[in-house]
Structures are given as structure tokens and as C-alpha cells.
């Protein structure tokens, strides 16, 4: 059981803990919207969620691009960042 554990990248293991807290807080998000009971207070809520996504989004992008760094050309770097700000700018629009 330990063998597979120590076989995954670290990168991997950052990104797969970064999803995992972005999870937990879209759960607590719920459970809080729930517990105001109210629509005002859930969209303020809800409006928070927003900002935590693209940056979770972007973290773990990142953090998967410097994991693959050595197997990546310049021209794909390039082509994955420029998806990543064409995904952000329809996530803004």
C-alpha cells in the first residue's frame, strides 16, 4: 500500500489537495447559503465562490505546467497559457 503512494508526483499530489480544498469549500459555501436562508445573503455568498474558482483554476494549472516543465516545448507552454487566458476571459465576459 505505501509502494503507490511514494510512485505519484509531488505535483500531482498539490493539484489533487488543491481540488479537494476547493471542494470542501463549495461544500461549506452550501451548507452556509443553507443555514442563512436567505437569497441576498446566498448570493453574497455565491459571489465569494467566484473569486475562488479561477484562482484554484490558475494554481493548479500552474503548478501541473511546472510539473511538466521538462517534458514541454516553449510553443506548448504557449499554447496552454493562451487557452488559460482565453478561458478567463469567458469565465469574465
Known sequence: MKTW???IEVALLIM???RLVSGL???TAAAL???LNSVEKAIAVNAALAIIGPTILILSISIGLIGMKDQLSFIKVAFIA???TLILIGLAK
Request: aromatic share 14%.
Open 82 to 84: 493562451s487557452g488559460v
Open 33 to 35: 447559503m443553507l443555514r
Open 5 to 7: 503512494f511514494f510512485s
Open 16 to 18: 489533487v489537495g488543491l
Open 25 to 27: 469549500i463549495e461544500l
